[in-house]
Every structure is written in structure tokens, then in C-alpha cells.
């Protein structure tokens, strides 16, 4: 997971390249008669790096408004997924260690969570019970 730190190069651009590379080009113009040379670019631009741009974009932003935008990535989206499915394995394994000490009958009965709970109070409150007297 990305702390509040790290820069959100993931995210797709608000606008072209065309446009962050050459926005101080006379409004984007690209190979007009009035470039120098006729390269198509003209002589205050600069090679960016791919991420430059976003970056540049995001600065404006708030916090909350980046942290937004980072949530709505895909890459983080799935990550998220893959987390969220390890917590919920560990969880019901948890469950299933609890369930495996509680005695039932029959003793494979299939419990609910909630009934493992409340099996579990009961149960630690007759061991308790048992060790008094």
C-alpha cells in the first residue's frame, strides 16, 4: 500500500502529453509555419519524463482529493482484493480453531460464527464454573 508520500504514477493523465509538454507553445500548437525550423516544437519546451506530467497535475490537489484518485487505480483495487481475501482466510481459520476446541454434538455440526462465539462464552464460563467448586 502506498503511504501518503509516495507519488501516484499510476494514475492516467487529465490531459494529452501534447498538451503538458508543449502547453507554453502558443496553446498547444504543434508544426505550425511560426516554429523555428520547422521541427515542431518550439524553443521553450522540454523533454518530460512519462510521470513528470501527472505529478505536475496532482501537486494542486489535496490530500484526500490524491488519495481518492489513487483508490480508483486498478493495480490498487486488486492489491486491495488480495489483502482483503488474506484477512478473511485468517479470520475463518481463526473460526475453525476455535470451533475444532468447543464440544458439540454431534461434534462435525456444522456452527455459524456467531454460534462459535456464543458456544465458546458459554463454554469458558462452565470451565470456570467447573475449577470454582
Sequence with gaps: MLNSDQTELDLPPTHSESESVF??????????????GGVGLCAQSRVTEPGEAVKKD?????REERRRRRRAT????TAHATRERIRVEAFNMAFAE?????????PDKK?????????AICYISYLNHVLDV
Design 98 to 106: 476455535l470451533r475444532k476446541l468447543l464440544p458439540t454434538l454431534p
Design 23 to 36: 502547453s507554453d507553445c502558443g496553446g498547444g500548437r504543434v508544426g505550425s509555419a511560426e516554429d523555428a
Design 58 to 62: 496532482l501537486q494542486h490537489l489535496s
Design 111 to 119: 456452527l455459524s460464527k456467531i454460534e462459535i462465539l456464543r458456544l
Design 74 to 77: 486498478a493495480k490498487y483495487r
